[in-house]
T-cell receptor, first 112, second 114 residues
Framework: ELKVEQNPLFLSMQEGKNYTIYCNYS?????LYWYRQDPGKSLESLFVLLSNGAVKQEGRLMASLDTKARLSTLHITAAVHDLSATYFC????????????FGKGTHLIIQP | GAGVSQTPSNKVTEKGKYVELRCDPISGHTALYWYRQSLGQGPEFLIYFQGTGAADDSGLPNDRFFAVRPEGSVSTLKIQRTERGDSAVYLC????????????FGPGTRLTVT
């Protein structure tokens, strides 16, 4: 059974600081996704990582994928309050199954 | 363009009743997914359609849950004999195809079983 673990699950940080969210998964996969969810809202796609070594950046967020280590990171640079949200990583189940297995999410609060 | 839409946005029903939740995917998206999200958790996969057929229904929790997509576009998730444990937000997503395509999520239907 594919397991996806995120840490930390809760993070409170100050504006201007840098931090990294980690996503580990238990079986071989080369497709990993990051989503953002605001309270009471649906999921917004942030990044799709499709190969080992993939790195994508959008504004203050950068995601990377190491398929050998089964690890993805979401790095936040010089955080701003607007980035407060819950961030999920998800892994393609693979093997003919196409649903995503999600982590529990990282609840991020950025304080002024 | 229009995103994924879901109706109703909220549904309150009594234990034991039958409910239908509707999903209208992005036009042209052949793949459609249903997920369920409980409070404080990540979405949990239920079922995946490619076209009209359910390609993977391994996430459906039991036979009270059923989904259809008769014309390869709109999908309906059906829950029989609802239980309080079915209360959750039901999310629908669609994508251009299988394997590595971005999934676009709808706003969800919040189901409350009393």
């Amino acid at each position: 059974e594919l397991k996806v673990e995120q840490n930390p699950l809760f993070l409170s940080m100050q504006e201007g600081k840098n931090y990294t969210i980690y996503c580990n998964y238990s079986t071989t996969s080369d497709r990993l996704y990051w989503y953002r969810q605001d309270p009471g809202k649906s999921l917004e796609s942030l990044f799709v990582l499709l190969s080992n070594g993939a790195v994508k950046q959008e504004g203050r967020l950068m995601a990377s994928l190491d398929t050998k280590a089964r690890l993805s990171t979401l790095h936040i640079t010089a955080a701003v309050h607007d980035l407060s949200a819950t961030y999920f990583c998800a892994v393609d189940m693979g093997g003919g199954a196409d649903g995503l297995t999600f982590g529990k999410g990282t609840h991020l609060i950025i304080q002024p | 363009g229009a995103g994924v839409s879901q109706t109703p946005s909220n549904k309150v029903t009594e234990k034991g009743k039958y409910v239908e939740l509707r999903c209208d995917p992005i036009s042209g998206h052949t793949a459609l997914y249903w997920y369920r999200q409980s409070l404080g958790q990540g979405p949990e996969f239920l079922i995946y359609f490619q076209g009209t057929g359910a390609a993977d229904d391994s996430g459906l929790p039991n036979d009270r849950f059923f989904a259809v997509r008769p014309e390869g576009s709109v999908s309906t998730l059906k829950i029989q004999r609802t239980e309080r444990g079915d209360s959750a937000v039901y999310l629908c997503a669609s994508s251009l195809g299988r394997g590595g395509y971005e999934q676009y999520f709808g706003p969800g239907t919040r189901l409350t079983v009393t």
